[in-house]
């Protein structure tokens, strides 16, 4: 098989199952830090229908401690090595072109990239170099994480002129012209729901209703991660409990699928791929 993750969308729209090796991600940070704990949940999305496994050694909220390139490798490598090694497919969640290179060393075959290559002046030239490695390249604004929310609006009120998927398409453009040609050829692009867009359902919904229109705007597939973001958290409650926040992330998801998007991520892999099962054939 090429090492090139290649999208039939004849086929099944495509799950990419979360992984957090951090002690500090907003949702699960802590529960699977240890290697053994990680490749057991990793294996139990795979076994529950992921196509991917996207795993991430740094968190990217605001409120998480960034980390360098030796500590996320420590946390990441030997997590991806045996999950090649079972069989899975993996992604690597990374900003970090020299821990993209290690993952992909690992048996990553997608460097997966909240940030475009804006946190990393590298990462381009790294996907470049990563022959047949498929490329996400997600949006936000800001060089790093900090930045990203900082410049975020503080409140619903305060967000006056909501982010559209065309200024996505325009900024992500951006992005992809940095790439050669061959490696624009094997890059999906993420609209980034919750990063730098605040906690409005509205404005990250509309992004998720858009994905066929940014999809068609710059040539790539589309992959939406909504799972367990503020958004939702503010649509159905701020605290609401966990299967409720899974739900509504689902729910996220099946809208991004009507909207045009052909890969999804999400933590909760068994619930969404019932609801798949359901709205594929209806």
């Known amino acids: 098989m090429s090492a090139t993750v290649r999208l039939d969308l004849r086929q099944r729209i495509m799950v990419m199952g979360v992984v957090n090796v951090t002690p500090d991600s907003f949702s699960d940070g802590g529960k699977y830090l240890g290697v053994e704990a990680a490749v057991a949940h990793g294996m139990q999305l795979w076994r529950d229908g992921a196509d991917i496994l996207d795993v991430g050694g740094e968190a990217t909220n605001p409120k998480a401690k960034p980390i360098d390139a030796d500590e996320e490798c420590r946390r990441v490598l030997p997590v991806i090595e045996r999950l090649v090694k ?20 690992a048996g990553a075959k997608i460097v997966n990239d909240v940030s475009g290559g804006l946190f990393d002046g590298e990462m381009a030239r790294a996907i470049a170099e990563l022959d047949g490695v498929t490329y996400i390249a997600g949006h936000l604004r800001g060089r790093t994480i900090a930045e990203v929310f900082a410049n975020e609006p503080a409140g619903l009120a305060l967000l006056q002129r909501p982010i559209t998927w065309r200024e996505v398409a325009a900024e992500l453009g951006e992005r992809l012209a940095e790439l050669p040609a061959e490696a624009r050829q094997r890059t999906w692009v993420d609209p980034g729901v919750g990063f730098g867009k605040g906690a409005d359902p509205d404005v990250n919904l509309s992004l998720l209703r858009d994905a066929g229109e940014l999809s068609r ?13 503020r958004f939702l958290k503010t649509l159905v409650g701020l605290e609401p409990d966990p299967i409720t926040l899974d739900v509504a992330s689902v729910a996220a998801c099946l809208a991004a699928v009507r909207g045009g998007a052909q890969v999804l991520r999400i933590h909760n892999v068994a619930l969404l791929r019932t609801a798949l099962a359901v709205y594929t054939k209806v």
Do not use: L
């Open 86 to 105: 079972a069989g899975a497919r993996v992604s690597v969640d990374t900003t970090k072109a020299e821990v993209a290179r290690a993952a992909v060393r």
């Open 217 to 229: 705007a710059v040539g790539c597939p589309v992959v939406v991660g909504p799972s367990r973001k």
